[in-house]
DNA sequence: AGGCCAATACTG
DNA sequence: CAGTAT
DNA sequence: GCCT
């Protein structure tokens, strides 16, 4: 077989291993029948199927492989529903339970015992649905212990004859990794505790599934070896005072719940570019909620698996609701969104152009065109500029061209070449985009500490003296000197060679003891950041950039009594963290490499 | 209907 | 204070 | 904008 095609090849890298487990329903093309699920479980069902690469099928199709029904469903029901007489014989009718466990497993799981029409002559008309599940013990399988699970795996499910065949389409019988993965008993491997910070993704989903077991007889979790080190002890022990709802995995639902996934070919390019367009308008009218939603949908069709064809098909995608769904499918029917013809497209052009100006925003923008203003020449003429944006206007171009890696390497260098002249043991390290190990970065993000918790005093204005010396630091935006142990650079710097180009560089000095927090804050992404503070306020803590702390009260907003607001009562106890996997641990998550961050 | 991260500093 | 930025 |  071709390699070219690796969404379906099984490749072995641990990168395409992901993307292929992301998408394990690939072969799976289902109507899902709401009666007997109702509303909104079948919602839920529709829309992971979908996010895990299945199709949806409003309704039989050549190519429908599955019908996903209520277990209690009867035949005749289900045909009148369809509208078929006959089940056809190359469908599986299956229990949702299949799906539900195949989505919390993260994998496909033997369709056997969830098969609902047990296929011994294609026209089994009268067959009680339901009877095919008279066995009990099926959906309970995961709690029970390991004998059970054995023995039903060796004496296999009633219809053991057909099984294979109908478990999943012929179209793709190359998958028998998944099999592998069914049948070697997932608990062997749960022996560790809940804090082993596995590396790899396939432990990590098999963790998933375990932590629904109750995790009080596992006392026995083995210290993990190692690896990200962390004083576990410590992060356990607060832990082990918080109420066993704060301390539970959080789903994969989670951004920094989930590594970020390996960008997918774009397949709906010709919906995104007309959406991101929108979404520029929002964004220079300052709407800041709605450009969020805008984001969050652009990201969910970037990265499906297919072209999008039906408005169903777009609104079962996450974060599309109705309204981005009839857009959708106005792209797609008209080829054309008859809303940007009502855009003016100077007016647009110009905010575009503005705003990409340092410190000049929407507000901004709309005031210079107000005045008539439209390109930057008129800008450079006749606009009133603070100090900010006129060096944002200066540099214009270089400020909006990506860095290499290799030169934020350069300019890494030089700054701690010169902080070490001051105080060898300072710690200097880029995060951002850098650290995440992007290609390219849209700045340079330094943070600066000392390990010994003093050193790093005074070090910040010595250095900052040093690097304007070499006419190294060219510019100083913005100089916050909060206290002796918090200092922040927003400045323009420039290597030495001629023909360098100016970059925009952030400096950052904190006190050791906000080492991991800083760490994690500065190295983003900006979603993942959003994502880990909401879940840690979910579980009453309270994550910054200085610390995280846990026993954080927060009042309670009028309408929502089961959420948090965002006014705090009680500050709560900050937990003293030496590395970014403590707080990890202490938020029940994974440890993800700065690379899955990038959410 | 209201949340969607948090906290702070600078400019004018 | 509003606007901008991190 | 979307989601609860």
């Known amino acids: 077989m071709s390699t070219k095609d690796q969404s379906i090849t099984s490749k072995t890298t641990n990168k395409a291993d992901r993307h292929q487990e992301k998408l394990f329903l690939a072969d799976v093309k289902a109507i899902i029948i709401e009666a007997g699920l109702g509303k909104t479980r079948s919602a839920i069902l529709k829309k992971q199927l979908i996010v895990y690469g299945g199709q949806y099928h409003r309704s039989?199709?050549?190519d429908t492989t599955h019908i996903i029904a209520s277990k209690n469903i009867k035949l005749a029901r289900l045909c009148t529903i369809l509208k078929i007489d006959t089940i056809p014989s190359n469908l599986i009718v299956v229990d949702a339970d299949w799906l539900s466990q195949s989505l919390t497993k993260g994998q496909l799981i033997d369709v056997g015992q969830f098969n609902l029409v047990k296929r011994v002559q294609p026209k089994t008309t009268s067959v009680q649905l339901d009877k095919a599940l008279t066995k009990d013990d099926n959906a309970a399988t995961l709690e029970h212990g390991k004998k059970e699970q054995i023995k039903r795996?060796?004496?296999?499910?009633?219809c053991t004859d057909n099984s294979d065949h109908n478990e999943v389409p012929p179209a793709s019988q190359k998958r028998p990794l998944e099999e592998k993965k069914i049948s070697s008993p997932v608990w062997l491997k749960i022996k560790r505790g809940r804090f082993s910070k596995t590396n790899t993704k396939k432990r990590a989903i098999d963790n998933s599934n375990i932590i629904h077991q109750p995790l009080d007889s596992d006392s026995d979790y083995v210290e993990s070896d190692d690896d990200n080190n962390a004083n576990t002890s410590e992060i356990e022990m607060v832990l082990s005072q918080l109420p066993a709802k704060y301390t539970a995995k959080p789903s994969s639902s989670?951004?920094?719940?989930?590594?970020s996934s390996l960008p997918v070919k774009?397949?709906?390019?010709h919906i995104t570019d007309i959406l991101e367009i929108l979404q520029k308008k929002y964004e220079n009218l300052g709407d800041q909620w709605r450009v969020k939603g805008y984001t969050k949908a652009i990201s969910s069709i970037k990265n499906y698996p297919r072209e999008i064809t039906t408005r169903e098909e777009a609104e079962a995608i996450p974060n599309i609701g109705k309204r981005l769904a009839d857009k959708i499918w106005e792209?797609?029917?008209?080829?054309?969104?008859?809303?940007?013809d009502y855009m003016d497209n100077d007016v647009q052009t110009a905010l575009n152009v503005f705003t990409k100006i340092w410190g000049a925003g929407p507000a901004t923008a709309h005031n210079w065109i107000a005045q008539g203003l439209y390109t930057l020449d008129d800008i450079r003429a006749k606009a009133k500029l603070n100090y900010h944006q006129s060096i944002g206007l200066k540099y214009y171009d270089d400020f909006n061209e990506r860095i290499p890696r290799a030169e934020v390497?350069?300019?890494?260098?030089?700054?701690?070449?010169?902080?070490?002249?001051?105080?060898?043991?300072?710690?200097?390290i880029t995060c951002g985009s850098y650290r995440r190990e992007k290609p390219t970065c849209g700045d340079v993000d330094i943070l600066i500490s000392h390990p010994n918790g003093r050193s790093h005093q005074g070090a910040y204005h010595k250095l900052l003296r040093r690097l304007q010396a070499k006419d190294f630091l060219t510019e100083i935006l913005v100089n916050q000197d909060v206290d002796i142990d918090h200092q922040k650079l927003l400045g323009v710097c420039k290597l030495p060679e001629e023909g360098r180009k100016y970059r925009r560089l952030d400096i950052i000095v904190v006190p050791y003891r906000e080492w991991a927090c800083s760490l994690l804050y500065f190295t983003g992404s900006g979603h993942f950041n959003r994502s880990m503070r909401l879940l840690a306020r979910k579980k009453r803590m309270h994550l910054s950039e200085h610390a995280?702390?846990?026993?954080?009260?927060?009042?309670v907003t009028a309408c929502s009594v089961l959420k948090y607001g965002n006014q705090k009562l009680t500050r709560g106890t900050p937990v003293p963290t030496k590395c970014e996997a403590d707080i990890f641990a202490l938020l029940g998550l994974d440890y993800l490499e700065p690379k899955d961050r990038d959410c």
Do not use: F, M, Y
């Open 60 to 62: 039989i199709q050549s």
């Open 254 to 259: 989670w951004a920094c719940a989930r590594p």
């Open 548 to 555: 995280i702390s846990v026993g954080v009260l927060r009042k």
């Open 409 to 428: 390497v350069e300019i890494e260098a030089v700054i701690r070449e010169e902080a070490t002249a001051i105080e060898p043991g300072l710690e200097v």
């Open 331 to 340: 792209i797609i029917s008209c080829g054309h969104l008859r809303k940007l």
């Open 266 to 269: 774009n397949r709906n390019k």
């Open 153 to 158: 795996h060796s004496d296999a499910s009633p």
